[in-house]
């Protein structure tokens, strides 16, 4: 596997060429940053990045290597256009998939899953609280669900979807931010009594740290009042918000092999002992932490927490 961005591999020509998809992560433009975590894209093959935005990441996958994640539990709304291929592990690509856009909610657990394919796409990472300004729907409401694109966004979703599908990677992620742009000057004014996204940059920033009374006391209101601004912004309570991104923290983790030192790590993640951080890990990922361990694993979300691990 080939990866740039503060991961390993060489940019080869002969990685190039022997790559069966690309996924990359790319910066929003300004107006959006407080919305827009990142834009994400996954292409057939490896066609070098042509585009005037920055890449925050990117993985290129030999055929053979696994490029299916499991599904993790996240406090943040992400939007997903799928665009008529897909690819499966052991076969390739193909054509004649469905062309569809949809949301998906913030997940406060998650199942076991056993996906081999992935679809060509383009789509965002949303950032807490984005969802009322860019789907124009409280993030409650998303909670746990996908929800396809039509009924929040009418006729030009499917619209959209089809724009894109004619154009390339770069062209696609522009016309994709150009729509969010607009329905970004279309929202309505928030409530700016408290800094929700704010907050949540905060938590997870410090996720070892961070409780509810230290995130109302930042605020200047209570602990409830708190929980009601987080579940209709957010989607999440702020507990749970706080739960999700220490977990996230500890898939820095993920893939290092046998000899892990869990408890170590559990005390230091902020956990009550280890036996108290497997179960939360079952529960948000459906595996222990050693299964993610000793086994080879993508996700994006493990990306962003070794990351922040080599940041801090």
């Known amino acids: 596997m080939n990866r ?3 991961t390993s591999g060489l940019d080869s020509p002969e990685v ?3 790559a069966l998809l690309t996924y990359r992560e790319l910066l929003p433009e300004p107006e959006l940053r407080a919305h827009v975590r990142v834009y994400f894209s996954l292409t057939p093959g490896a066609r070098p990045w042509r ?9 290129r996958f030999a055929r053979g290597e696994p490029f299916c ?3 993790f539990a996240d406090p943040r709304a992400s939007l997903v256009l799928e665009l008529g ?3 499966r592990m052991g076969e390739g690509w193909s054509r004649g998939t469905p062309v569809r856009g949809y949301a998906i909610g913030p997940l406060r657990a998650v199942g076991s899953t056993g996906d081999t394919a992935r679809a060509e796409m383009v789509g965002a990472y949303l950032e807490p609280g984005a969802a009322s300004a860019l789907l124009h729907v409280p993030a409650v409401e998303l909670t746990d669900r996908i929800v396809d694109l039509e009924p929040l966004w009418g006729p030009a979703s499917a619209r959209l979807t089809q724009d894109l599908v004619e154009q390339d990677e770069a062209a696609r992620v522009d016309l994709l931010e150009a729509a969010l742009v607009a329905r970004l000057r279309r929202a309505r004014d928030p409530d700016r009594r408290i800094d929700v996204t704010g907050l949540a940059r905060w938590a997870r920033d ?3 740290r961070m409780t509810v009374t230290r995130l109302a006391g930042a605020a200047g209101v209570s602990r409830q009042h708190l929980a009601r601004v987080f579940r209709e912004s957010v989607g999440v309570s702020p ?3 706080c739960r999700l991104v220490r977990f996230q923290a500890g898939l820095a983790h993920a893939s290092e092999g046998a000899g892990v030192p869990w408890a170590r790590v559990a005390a230091e993640l902020g956990y009550a002992d280890q036996s108290h951080m497997i179960a939360e890990f079952r529960e948000l990922s459906s595996l222990t932490p050693e299964k993610l361990a000793t ?3 993508f996700h994006p979300f493990i990306l962003e927490a070794r990351s922040g691990r080599a940041q801090s």
């Open 4 to 6: 740039r961005n503060g």
């Open 16 to 18: 190039r060429e022997a």
């Open 51 to 59: 585009g005037r935005r920055g890449v925050v990441r990117e993985v």
């Open 69 to 71: 994640s499991p599904v």
């Open 85 to 87: 291929a897909s690819c």
């Open 206 to 208: 410090e996720p070892t």
């Open 239 to 241: 507990k749970r918000y």
């Open 295 to 297: 086994e080879r694993w």
